[in-house]
C-alpha cells in the first residue's frame, strides 16, 4: 500500500510525548512490512539540523492560499530509512523555531495558521508529487484538518489525492481550538463553520474536523476508545466522538524495540535480559548516583518520566509527599512542563535531598536510565489514552504503579488480582488509592521472589510494534 502519514512530532527528529514515538514506530514498522511509506512533519529548525536531514533534497516549492493571501514554503524530503520517505513543510516565518508548538512559556500564537499551513501544504504536495496516496492517516489535532482539506481539494480540482483517510486521536484533551477569525484562513466554504461541521461553541475547533471527517477513527487504545464517549473523558467533544462509534476502533500503540529493548540499549551503562538480570542492578547503582545517592541503596527506587502535566497525576503524587518523606525509599522524577508542579517538587526535593531528586528537562538518555535503575515506575494518570511508559517499564524489568484508566488498564495486569500472571501494581486516580497503591509496592520489594516474578511476568509480554502495525494494516485494508 502508498501509505502517508502526518503529524506534528516525529522521533528521533521532534518529539515532545508519545506521538513522537508511535508516528515513528508505526510508520518505520509499515515500511518495514514492504509498504510505500511517506510521512510529513512541518520543518522544524531541529529537524533541518539534524543529521538525516542535512542532505534533503529541496522537491517542491509551495504556494498555499490562506484566506485572501498566498504564502510561499518549500518541501524537503530524505529517506531515513527503506520503504520511508519524510517530507518536510517548510517555512522558515511558521517553523524555524525551537520548540513545536511553543517557546517553554507559552504556546505560540500563530499555532492555527502554522498547523493550517502544515495541512495545506500537505495536500498541495500529494498533488504536486502525485503520491497517489491508498491511505492517509493524520494524527491529532495539528495535522486534524487533512482529511476535509483533502476532499476539498479533490472536489474542487476534479481529482484524487488519496483512497481513504484516517485521523488518530492521541489525546482528547487537547484540540486545537481557536478564536472564529481563524476559519477564514482554512478557505473553506462558510457553510462547515457550523455545529455539524468545524465549529464549537462559537469558536473553531480542528479536533472535531479530523473526528467528523475521516473515512476512519481511531484512537490509541481500546478503553480510551469507549471512555471519549463519555463526559467524563471526552472532554466536550463525546456528542461528537458518539456519532463515528460504527467508524471509530482503539488500537494500541507499541513498543518500538530497537529503541527500547534492555538487551540492546545503548544508552545504558550496562545490558540485561530475563536470563541475566544482573545489567539492572549496574544501572540501578548508575541511577542513584545520576540522582546523587548513594549507589548502593538497599531499599526500593521509584521512577517517573513525564511531562508535568495534571494529566499524569503530578498532583495526586505530590498530596502523597509525606510518603517519600517517612519511608525508606527513593524517587527520581524527570520531567518538565507546568511551571506550579516543577516548583512543588523542587521544593519536595530541596526538603528531601536524600531522597528525592528532580531533573526537570527533556533528557533522553536519563529517561532510558529511570526506565532500566528503578524498582517501581509511577504513572498514577487521570486519564491516558495509551501511554508508553507503563509498557517501557515492564519490557524493563520495572514494575509499573499505575491508575486503571485508558491505555494503563489495557496494558497491565495487576498482581494481586492475578498472581500468575500479573505484571504491575493498579489504583484509582485517586489521592488515597495511590497511597495504598504505594504501599503495596513496598510490600512487594519486601517480598523478592513475588518481586521477581512480577518482573519476570512483565519481561515476557510482547508489546512489540508488529502486533501494533498489524492491526493498523487490517484497518487499511478493510477501509478500502
Ligand atoms: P505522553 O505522550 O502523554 O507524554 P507517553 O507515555 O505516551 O505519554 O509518552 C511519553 C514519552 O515521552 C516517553 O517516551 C517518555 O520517555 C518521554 N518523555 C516524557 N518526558 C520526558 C523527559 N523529560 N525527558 C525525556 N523523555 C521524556
Ligand atoms: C498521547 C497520550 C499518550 C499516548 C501518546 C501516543 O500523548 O497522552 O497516552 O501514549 O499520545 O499515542
Known sequence: ???????????????????????????????????????????????????????????????????????????????????????????????????????????????????????KGVVETL????????????????AA????????????????????????????????????????????????????????????????????????????????????????????????????TD????????????????????????????????????????LLKRAGFAPDFKGPVFGIVCRLTEQKGVDLLLANRDFFLKQDCRLVVLGSGDKRMETELEELAAATPKKVALSSKHDESMSHLIEAGADFFLMPSLFEPCGLNQMYSQVYGTIPVVSRVGGLADTVIDADEHADVGTGIMCEPTVASLRQALHRALRLYADKPRLAAVQKHGMARDFSWKAASGAYERLYEEAM
Open 145 to 244: 484538518l487533512l482529511p476535509l482539506l483533502l476532499r476539498e481539494a479533490e472536489r474542487r480540482q476534479h481529482l484524487t489525492l488519496a483512497l481513504k483517510t484516517i485521523f488518530t486521536i492521541h489525546n482528547i484533551a487537547f484540540q486545537g481550538v481557536f478564536p472564529a477569525k481563524v476559519f477564514a484562513r482554512t478557505n473553506l466554504p462558510d457553510e462547515l463553520f457550523h455545529i455539524d461541521g468545524l465549529e464549537y461553541y462559537s469558536q473553531i475547533n480542528l479536533m472535531k474536523g479530523g473526528i467528523l471527517f475521516a473515512d476512519r477513527v481511531t484512537t490509541v487504545s481500546p478503553r480510551y476508545a469507549k471512555e471519549i464517549q463519555t463526559a467524563e473523558f471526552g472532554c466536550g467533544l463525546e456528542g461528537v466522538v458518539q456519532t463515528r
Open 1 to 119: 500500500m502508498k501509505i502517508v502519514h502526518a503529524a506534528s512530532e516525529l522521533f528521533p527528529y521532534m518529539k515532545t510525548g508519545g506521538l513522537a514515538d508511535a508516528v515513528g514506530a508505526l510508520s518505520g514498522s509499515l515500511a518495514d512490512n514492504g509498504h510505500e511509506v511517506s510521512v510529513f512533519l512541518p520543518g522544524y529548525r531541529a529537524v533541518l539540523e539534524h543529521k538525516d536531514a542535512l542532505g534533503a533534497e529541496r522537491k517542491l516549492r509551495l504556494k498555499i492560499e490562506m484566506g485572501p493571501a498566498y504564502l510561499s514554503g518549500d518541501v524537503r524530503v530524505f529517506s531515513p530509512r527503506k520503504n520511508l520517505n519524510v517530507y518536510l513543510i517548510c517555512r522558515e516565518e511558521y517553523f524555524d523555531r525551537r520548540g513545536a508548538y511553543g517557546n517553554g512559556e507559552r504556546d505560540y500564537e500563530d499555532n492555527a495558521d502554522r498547523f493550517i499551513f502544515f495541512c
Open 127 to 142: 498533488r504536486l508529487a502525485e503520491l497517489q496516496a491508498d491511505i492517509v492517516h493524520s494524527h491529532d489535532w495539528q
Open 247 to 286: 467508524d471509530l476502533v482503539g488500537l494500541l500503540n507499541g513498543v518500538d524495540t530497537a529503541i527500547w529493548n534492555p538487551a540492546t540499549d545503548a544508552l545504558l551503562p550496562a545490558r540485561y535480559s530475563q536470563t541475566n538480570m544482573s545489567g539492572k542492578q549496574v544501572c540501578r547503582a548508575e
